[in-house]
């Protein structure tokens, strides 16, 4: 399983990105899908998941500005981020988990300029 993340960027404060990633299988093989960002120094933490039925899980800092959407049929999650903040900036990594195993794409850079 490869997980191909796209749409990091650098952006001005209040700009817009869109992320996708790209699953090389079917993504109703996962039971949740989502991303994580991290900076240097700090963990990884969760920004957002989507689970098969479409329920969503929001970092509180990517409510009312970020939406994940699931697209089953071109097996891709993408994340909508607006009014971006320079506490934005990270690298954002795609995640999927089946039953058994979970899968991490290569991260992308968004970077916000303040």
């Known amino acids: 399983v490869q997980l191909q993340a796209s749409g990091g960027g650098l952006v001005q404060t209040g700009g817009s990105l869109r992320l996708s990633c790209a699953a090389s299988?079917?993504?109703?093989?996962?039971?949740?899908m989502g991303w994580y960002r991290q900076t240097p120094g700090e963990q990884r933490e969760l920004v957002v998941d989507?689970?098969?039925?479409?329920?969503?899980t929001y970092t509180d800092s990517a409510k009312g500005r970020f939406t994940i959407s699931r697209d089953n049929t071109k097996n891709t999650v993408s994340l909508q981020m607006n009014s971006l903040k320079p506490e934005d900036t990270a690298v954002y990594y795609c995640?999927?988990?089946?039953?058994?195993?979970?899968?991490w794409g290569r991260g992308t850079l968004v970077t916000v300029s303040s």
């Open positions: 995640f999927a988990a089946g039953a058994l195993s979970s899968y």
């Open positions: 299988v079917s993504i109703l093989n996962f039971n949740v």
């Open positions: 989507v689970r098969r039925g479409g329920i969503t």
